[in-house]
């Protein structure tokens, strides 16, 4: 019944069909897109390191202050293989209000996973000026290696260039940590220190150490930071909460399908009652091609994100700061909404339909 | 109690208004039909003729008086979906099949609902639409058969359930005069060759005869037997 019903209206139904799929859509590209940039500030963050120590309580790891200092006490400390203090900042270019730029050491591991495309390893110091670009903004900012450039007050030379794996890095500037803080007026601090544990040694002993000696610190590993960091929080929410709208838009469709579909076929119920189906048999009947419809409309919206994923990845402005990540947790969770807006779309009409007086609906003709 | 279980159909003193009480459509009737008989209703339009029928397979609530059906009380719900599922098929003046369906899964319907199995259906489907001429029409949609081929079709997805009573309301009134005949003809010997129970309501003295007993309605009352 509920499959001849659906053939009988491939319009209707694909028109509701496509309702809920573009919402998928929107609903996975969004997850996927912000899911994919939390999963690639992670990355940067963790380069090599199993945790991460900032300022207590701080929104935005922008505003987190923390001494250099304690990175080198860390590095002391028997179960800490290497500290590295990294400061964040974003500064401006002519023509590029927004840089992300990244004050290192050089002897942070995260350049030489780079491939070098201009200039060497060895010409970051940390007591220079020079500074490493990522391969796109050398490319944005126009500039090669042995050039120079104007980054916020000052004027830098250009040491190399690289290219990252990671968006946010390759369209990053790296700078010597020292430059960096005298840019931003922040000597002797960073952003955040990313910790490696020496083998056998556990992120406990660190905590440990961050309470005793550092009570306005805190220390966490990678993945209590990803869960507990409220910027990420807030992009996952917002990825569901925006995706999660665009759903129940897509849920409209289906309702609306489906009032179209009873109120076309009052009749037909009508009829169905008379030859026996309960108004229980008659709504799950509405339950079930308004389900079907929303399982139909997830398959396509899923096939059209991956596929509207993937294309966007191909966009060269994007590259690289696009990943899809429509992991199973999306999956389901689309999933889940689309049978939650099926059956909610179908409430009413089912309703409707179930009420219906059968004698009264065959007296027309 | 012996005698209750030889009637198939007992309507006792029901009253039926639509619209709040406003409109009194049926006022005191009764009626008892016994088992095997086939009982005309006659009388004008808009004398209740439809809503009898519609108040004995409960499709409609009286709001007085006693409907039995089969032996059972038709009170809730539940007694009247199994009645409609196991005991009565009903055939209207239209024969309400749905147009976009073939045939065959019109006929189906009634089995869907009652949740028999599908092999006996297809079996009782075949035999019905052989015995009313309709078998080479099975597989087509309804709206590309005839008049007189949708009523037949009509008459076996009442029939698809073996029900024991069959409630007609005008079944060959959409009818011309030499389908009316061959139709009315069928009906006739479908019931009696199973010793089925039929109530039909007709405008047509000439078909009313032909039954075994007539009962004439007037203005929501019995008004006697006989044409
Ligand atoms: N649902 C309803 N609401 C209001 N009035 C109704 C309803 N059903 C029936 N009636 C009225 O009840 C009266 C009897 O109707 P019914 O259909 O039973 O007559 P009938 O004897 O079958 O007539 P016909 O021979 O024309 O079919 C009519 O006046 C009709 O308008
Ligand atoms: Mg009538």
């Known amino acids: 019944m509920v499959f001849t019903n659906l053939r009988r209206h491939r319009v209707r139904t694909a028109i509701g069909a496509v309702g809920i799929a573009l919402g998928v859509a929107t609903m996975l590209s969004v997850v996927g897109l912000l899911g994919g940039a939390v999963k690639m500030f992670e990355r940067i963050l963790r380069s090599d390191a199993e945790m991460v120590v900032f300022e207590k309580n701080v929104s935005d790891l922008f505003f987190s202050n923390v001494e250099v200092t304690v990175a080198d006490e860390l590095e002391k400390q028997p179960f800490v293989k290497e500290a590295q203090p990294v400061l964040f900042s974003i500064i401006t270019a002519p023509g590029r209000p927004v840089i992300t730029c990244f004050g290192i050491r050089a002897t942070d591991g995260r350049l030489k996973k780079g491939e070098w495309l201009q200039g060497e390893a ?15 903004a050398a490319d944005f900012l126009n500039a090669k290696a042995g050039s120079s450039i104007e980054l916020g007050q000052g004027t830098y030379p250009v040491a190399g260039v690289v290219r990252m794996e990671n968006g946010f890095e390759n369209g990053g500037v790296f700078m010597p940590l020292a430059a960096c803080q005298k840019a931003f007026h922040k000597e002797g601090v960073c952003s955040v220190i990313t910790v490696a544990l020496a083998e056998g040694h556990e992120s406990g002993e660190v905590k440990t150490w961050m309470m005793k000696t550092h009570e306005r610190l805190t220390a966490l590993e990678n993945e209590e930071f990803s869960r507990s960091y409220s910027q990420f929080k ?13 759903f129940l838009l897509g849920g409209l469709s289906v309702t609306n399908t489906m009032i179209l579909s009873v109120f076309g076929r009052i009749k037909e119920l009508a009829i169905a009652r008379v030859c026996g189906f309960s108004r229980g048999q008659v709504a799950r009947m509405i339950f079930g091609e308004s389900l079907l419809v929303a399982a139909i409309g ?35 969770g689309a ?13 009413y009409p089912a309703w409707y339909a179930a009420k219906l007086k059968p004698a009264e609906a065959l007296r027309f003709e | 109690m012996s005698m209750q279980d030889d009637m198939a159909v007992r309507v006792e003193d029901v009253w039926k208004s639509f619209d709040h009480g406003r409109i009194e459509v049926l006022k005191g009737v009764s009626l008892n039909v016994t088992k095997g008989e086939i009982v005309a209703l006659c009388g004008t339009s808009g004398c209740g003729k439809s809503t009898l029928l519609n108040v004995i397979s409960g499709l409609e609530d009286v709001d007085r008086g006693l409907i039995r059906v089969a032996g059972q009380d038709v009170v809730d719900e539940k007694t009247r979906i199994e009645l409609l599922r196991h005991r009565i098929g009903y055939v209207f003046q239209f024969h309400h099949l749905m147009p976009d369906l073939t045939l065959a899964e019109n006929c189906l319907v009634p089995v869907i609902a009652a949740g028999g199995g599908k092999a006996e259906g297809l079996a009782r489907m075949q035999e019905l639409a052989v015995a009313t001429g309709v078998a080479h029409r099975l597989k087509q949609p309804v709206r590309e058969l005839s008049g007189g081929e949708r009523q037949r079709g009509a008459l076996v997805r009442a029939l698809m ?3 024991d009573l069959l409630l007609c309301d005008e079944p060959t009134g959409a009818l011309d005069e030499s389908n009316r005949e061959k139709v009315f003809e069928l009906l006739l010997e479908l019931v009696r060759s199973r010793g089925r129970t039929l109530v039909l309501a007709t405008h047509d003295p000439e078909l009313a005869r032909r039954c075994d007993r007539t009962v004439r309605m007037r203005d929501g009352r019995m008004e006697g037997e006989g044409i």
């Not at chain 1, 807030?234 to 665009?246: D, F, L, N, Q, Y």
């Not at chain 1, 689309?338 to 179908?346: H, K, Y």
């Open chain 2, 161 to 163: 359930n073996d029900p």
């Open chain 1, 298 to 332: 997830t398959g396509m919206g899923w096939a059209l994100s991956v596929a509207g994923l993937y294309a966007l990845r191909e966009v060269p402005q994007l590259q690289g700061y696009i990943d899809p990540q429509i992991g199973s947790t999306e999956l389901i």
């Open chain 1, 122 to 136: 060895a010409s970051f110091k940390d007591d220079g000026e020079g500074v490493v670009l990522g391969e796109r």
């Open chain 1, 234 to 246: 807030i992009m996952k929410t917002t990825a569901w909460v925006v995706g999660g709208c665009a």
């Open chain 1, 335 to 347: 999933l889940g909404l689309a049978i939650f807006t099926g059956l909610g779309g179908a409430l």
